[in-house]
């Protein structure tokens, strides 16, 4: 088991594991997967950035960015980022 000496030194430290169940998961793509939990943020009152596959409601004058949060932009949560989309919205 590849885990051995990350058990073997969890089991020095703390004296027993927890069961463990490990079973392999279904291809998928990965990098995309946690998308699906990821919600539109709101950065002034009527802007908003979201990923193109994000359905909701927003009201009539609301600018909606449609950004898929990766790299190069992330998930708005950054301070920086906040800031850009913040300004942006004037």
């Given at each position: 088991m590849?885990?051995?000496g990350?058990g073997?030194s969890l089991?020095s430290?703390?004296g027993?594991?927890?069961e463990?169940?490990?079973?392999?998961?279904?291809e998928?793509?990965w990098?995309?997967?946690w998308?699906?939990?990821?919600?539109?943020?709101?950065?002034a009152?009527?802007?908003?950035?979201?990923?193109?596959?994000?359905?909701?409601?927003?009201l009539?004058?609301?600018?909606?960015?449609?950004?898929?949060?990766?790299?190069?932009?992330?998930?708005?949560?950054?301070?920086?980022?906040?800031?850009?989309?913040?300004?942006?919205?004037q």
């Open positions: 590849p885990f051995e990350i073997l089991v430290e703390f027993t594991l927890p463990l169940e490990v079973a392999l998961l279904p998928r793509e990098e995309r997967e998308l699906a939990h990821f919600a539109p943020r709101q950065f009152e009527h802007f908003w950035a979201a990923p193109h596959e994000a359905e909701f409601d927003t009539d004058g609301d600018g909606v960015l449609r950004l898929d949060p990766g790299l190069a932009f992330g998930t708005g949560t950054h301070a920086t980022t906040a800031l850009c989309l913040g300004r942006l919205a």
